[in-house]
């Protein structure tokens, strides 16, 4: 037993380097910074490995946190979740030796089934106290897009061939340079014709003793423009800057039978008619609007004397809209969100809201063609009235969608049999009808074929 434990004892040092030895493992001499950008278009949640450790998630225009890890050699690995399959599909790997003080990115792009991985490499930068600077540097993951001209100056400044701070093609990024704290306008412009804007900021303010990474990307059906740019901070905040030439927009849709048919205006002097006649189940156009807090006075069809409905939220560029009235008389009230009605390549999206006024707390099932729910799971549990949910994805294939009241079995609406492609979106609100015990559903897209 003694020898045993003598030679297990001399085993385990031998894995840190021999027997009284001094360990041949590599040595890390400092860290180094590192994130991942999503440049993949149809893609959903990526997740980001050190070899088999998570350093975060981002979806498509999005980044995960710097982490900092030693100046070793490392696999490096991307996942992402297909609808239907029980674990994360790795889609693409890269080995690097990390050096001290840089700051890596790794830009995928592509597609899943297809990926390209660029990494962008640069010293770590480090402020003083008095510095009134900060550094930036202009990077291109516009696929679309060919060679870009980017201009970073004071509103003033009108641009002009020759004083663009990069020429950027797809997978590159410029050098860092310091610019003064303050107010600058970001303008892209087609590789050697100023007057060929393809994005324009508003003016935006950056701070002293940070670092900025000005990406564009394209922009997907969640965004109102075709280039979208995102600010990505040194130590991990993200910043949208939209183009200034493309507003926000808003649809509105009618959830509520009490509030019935409705002009609704965005003044409070009820000049300025933005929908006529929104009757229930109604769902209008997407309507542009301003930058900023909206406030949304809702009054009964052709009847200015009284306001039925007030509502305010505050809006950002580039953005996509839904305003939902919902509720009973008494209890109106309006549900503001961003609906995500961009495709993914790895499955199809279902997007649920539920309005009923009758029931509280619902439960959505998607099932099988004939397939009964007794013994089935719902995919969306405890839904609440008036309440925004999470997307649920959907493999490709026919369904039929039930809704219960949640814990129960009885079904309140459905069969509802729909045949979902990869890339769909069913978007869908489950709503009241005159019968308080029967609940429908009004498909916005993908449903039932007619």
Known sequence: MKQILVVLACTATLMIGGCGGESSLPKASGKANLRAINAIPTSSEINFLIEERSLGTASYQNSTTPAPFDDLNYTFNFEAFYAG?????????????????????????????????TIWQSDVRTFDEADNVFAANFAHASASLGTLDYYFAD????????SQVATLS?????????????????????????????FISGTTS??????????????????????????????????AIPDVNFPPT?????????????????????????????????????????????????????DTSA????????AFGGIRYRTVATGMAGSLATVTSVPDIAPVETHAKILPFQA?????????????PDVPIDDVAPIRRALASGEVSLSGALPAGTYDIYVTETGEKVVLAGPYRITAAIGDIVDLLIVDTVDPAVLDVLFLSGGPTP
Do not use: K
């Open 85 to 117: 399959e029980t674990s994360s599909r790795r889609f693409a790997s890269e080995n690097i030796d990390v050096v001290a003080n840089q700051d890596y990115i790794f830009l995928i792009g592509g597609s899943l089934a297809s990926p390209t991985i």
């Open 155 to 162: 509103a003033t400044v009108v641009p002009a061939l020759g």
């Open 170 to 198: 797809f997978g590159e990024t410029s050098d860092t340079a310091d610019y003064a704290e303050g107010n600058y306008v970001l303008t892209i412009t087609t590789a050697g014709d100023p007057n060929d804007v393809v």
């Open 206 to 239: 950056y701070t002293a003793r940070d670092t900025f990474l000005l990406t564009s990307f394209d922009g997907d059906l969640n965004d109102t423009a075709p280039v979208f740019v995102r600010a990505f901070g040194g130590s991990g905040g993200t910043a």
């Open 250 to 302: 808003i649809q509105f849709l009618n959830a509520s039978m009490d509030l019935g048919a409705s002009d609704i205006y965005d003044d409070e002097m009820l000049t300025s008619l933005r929908v006529a006649n929104h009757d229930f189940l109604d769902v209008s156009a997407e309507l542009d609007i301003a930058v900023g807090t909206l406030n949304l006075f809702y009054t009964p069809t052709g």
């Open 307 to 314: 306001i039925s409905l007030e509502s305010t939220f505050t």
């Open 356 to 368: 009923s006024n009758n029931f509280p707390f619902l439960d959505l099932y998607v099932v099988a």
